[in-house]
């Protein structure tokens, strides 16, 4: 039987981006939509992340959506979907990867009608055996129900404080007070879009914390770029974002431009390959240099460290990224840390609170936590 395999980059397009851009070309109040539910099993070898990929790519499906078939029962699954620190562990990608999926997952797949999902069903049993999928169905979705305004309505304009987050289908606000503290990001490229407790954690702090006039930033690990962005609505002089994923770094320049920052005020960079940390970082930070596209760039030498660093992102980085992370923080300045569980506070402060005057847990939604690192270094 054929093996569906696919990269980093196809994850995080099969599950985590559909481009409204794609759906308002595809989309329309006549068609007689129709949905294909299938549900994998870890034991046959298809994991959620290969599914998705392959009805996304290969299968014509508009847009893909995968989560935990057991959410809410006993049986629900936790996966962060971190990366082994272990070189050997990175290198079995096939292993480390499979692992990263719940053990049965739900896979939803929107066609166009419904001989488009029979089709698609035939076509991964087919190319994955009847045995790959253990349970599907396809549910007729209404005929006369505009879905592409089912989709803007369901994820309206996100509030956090005083900033208020827009996604491409939001009007800005004429009235100049409330357009300035406006953010517009694009939805699905790259995380971040202030829906997700550690993002509004964040946001949040940098509103409310008291730093110097005129500071500057690093938003380590930035995805969409959303945290560097909102430093600069709330002060900051410029800001600097860096991540491993060089289509976070694009999309982030793209939400720059789009909010109207120049390049003076923010940039996105790749992380510098000899900026240290574990070994699967660096085997990983390789990778994506090989297929960097034009116009992204490695962080540069002699960049300085900064008054404020934020680091949304989860523990094993956190960790193994360490000295990386600090080497960002100017003497005496501060620095925020969340995509960290409450049962994972001790870790970080055994990692980070000897380098500051004081360290401790800020804030805290949903088990998840932020926490603020000041002083020394």
């Known amino acids: 039987m054929p093996r569906w395999r696919l990269s980093m980059l196809g994850l995080a397009r099969a599950l985590q981006h559909t481009t409204p851009r794609r759906l308002r070309t595809t989309l329309s109040a006549e068609a007689a939509y129709a949905e294909l539910v299938l549900k994998t099993n870890r034991d046959a070898d298809v994991s959620a992340e290969s599914l998705s990929e392959l009805l996304m790519e290969c299968a014509g499906a508009l847009s893909v959506s995968a989560s935990d078939a057991n959410a809410g029962t006993a049986d629900e699954e936790a996966i962060f979907g971190e990366p082994p620190t272990d070189l050997d562990v990175f290198l079995d990608e096939d292993r480390w990867r499979s692992e990263a999926y719940w053990q049965s997952a739900e896979v939803r797949a929107l066609f166009a009608s419904e001989s488009d999902a029979q089709a698609a069903l035939r076509f991964v049993e087919n190319t994955l055996g009847a045995e790959a999928v253990a349970g599907s169905k396809i549910d007729d979705l209404a005929k006369d129900v505009d879905w592409l305004a089912v989709q803007e309505a369901a994820r309206p304009v996100v509030t956090v404080g005083e900033l208020e987050i827009l996604l491409p289908w939001h009007e800005t606000s004429s009235d100049p007070s409330v357009a300035s503290r406006q953010l517009r990001v694009e939805g699905g490229a790259a995380f971040g879009t202030g829906e997700h407790q550690t993002t509004r954690m964040c946001c949040e702090w940098l509103q409310e914390t008291k730093f110097p006039a005129f500071y500057t930033m690093c938003d380590y690990g930035c995805g969409s770029g959303i945290l560097a962005l909102t430093a600069l609505r709330f002060g900051a002089a410029c800001a600097v974002g860096i991540d491993i994923d060089p289509d976070c770094v694009k999309a982030a320049e793209r939400n720059r431009a789009s909010n109207g920052f120049g390049v003076n005020e923010a940039r996105f960079y790749l992380p510098s390959l000899d900026a240290g940390g ?86 805290e939604v949903d088990g998840w936590v932020l926490i603020a690192c000041r002083g020394k270094l």
């Not at 574990?278 to 962080?299: C, H, L, M, Q």
């Not at 660093?309 to 923080?329: F, G, M, Q, S």
């Open 278 to 363: 574990d070994a699967s970082s660096i085997a990983y930070v390789n990778k994506r240099f090989t297929s960097a596209p034009e116009g992204v760039a490695p962080f540069p030498e002699g960049e300085l460290p900064c008054d404020v660093v934020v680091a949304n992102i989860l523990l094993r980085p956190l960790l193994a990224l360490r000295d990386t992370i600090l080497a960002k923080v100017r003497p005496g300045g501060a620095l925020a840390m969340s995509g960290v569980r409450v049962d994972q506070v001790d870790d970080v402060l055994g990692a980070y609170a000897s380098s500051f005057e004081t360290a401790a847990v800020d804030r």
